[in-house]
């Protein structure tokens, strides 16, 4: 059963609006949340993340909102531009720090000048 | 500094067959993790390697093995090949609990 889910698989935005990825789990001990951009070709890259006892980190044009209560987070990216078409993987660790990641199923974004 | 490579990079192999994947992790890094991502699905865990021991395992089957060398450097073998091992793997390194880095994976075909 999936613990991490992304239930769009794909998203398309005009170029300079906001993009929002979304992003739900069901695991309550989950403890630190990662999003991962991946270019066709290439592995995933580390993007952002938010440790649980935050609710909002930012950095630059992307923002990853957590609501614990609704076990729900998402990634918000504006202005959104078209070197931002990619798959966004959202992941979870579990506490005691070397644990695998537990990756959703993606969601793709394209990005349209 | 160089990053996480993989081998090879496309690699065609028929139902029964085996199959060795490599991977070098990064400069400095002591810890290698396999994951498995089949068409349509997120990454899933294999298993990891830290110190040239197995350090935690999915569901995956005992067909599924690896190997870490003491450069750190990594293998998978799958033994018995079937039709839906085809996917692409990806090799991840790290220092024990610190950020993962992956590779670019090897897209495995199973015929």
């Known amino acids: 059963d999936q613990q991490v889910k992304q239930n769009s698989p794909s998203l398309s935005v005009q170029e300079g609006r906001i993009s929002i990825l979304n992003c739900d789990y069901t695991n309550s001990m989950f403890d630190y949340f990662l999003w991962y951009k991946k270019y066709p070709a290439e592995g995933p890259t580390f993007l952002i993340s938010?440790?649980?006892?935050?609710d909002k980190n930012e950095d630059g044009r992307f923002t990853v909102f957590l609501n614990k209560s609704a076990k729900h987070l998402s990634l918000h990216i504006v202005p959104s531009q078209p070197g931002d078409s990619a798959v966004y993987f959202c992941a979870a660790i579990f506490p005691s720090g070397n644990t695998p990641l537990v990756f959703g199923k993606g969601t793709r974004l394209s990005v349209i000048a | 500094e160089t990053g996480v490579t993989q081998s090879p990079t496309h690699l065609i192999k028929t139902r029964g067959q085996q199959v060795t994947l490599r991977c070098s992790s990064q400069?400095?890094?002591?810890?290698v993790s396999w994951y498995q991502q089949a068409l349509g699905q997120g990454p899933q865990f294999i298993f990891q390697y830290y110190r040239e021991e197995e350090n935690g395992r999915g569901n995956f089957p005992p067909r599924f093995s690896g190997l870490q060398f003491p450069n750190y450097s990594s293998e998978l073998n799958v033994n018995a090949l079937e039709l839906d091992d085809s996917a692409l793997y990806l090799c991840?390194?790290?220092?024990?609990?610190?950020?993962?880095?992956f590779g670019p994976g090897t897209r495995l075909t199973v015929l």
């Open positions: 400069s400095g890094h002591n810890t």
């Open positions: 938010i440790s649980s006892i935050k």
């Open positions: 991840a390194s790290s220092f024990l609990g610190g950020e993962q880095f």
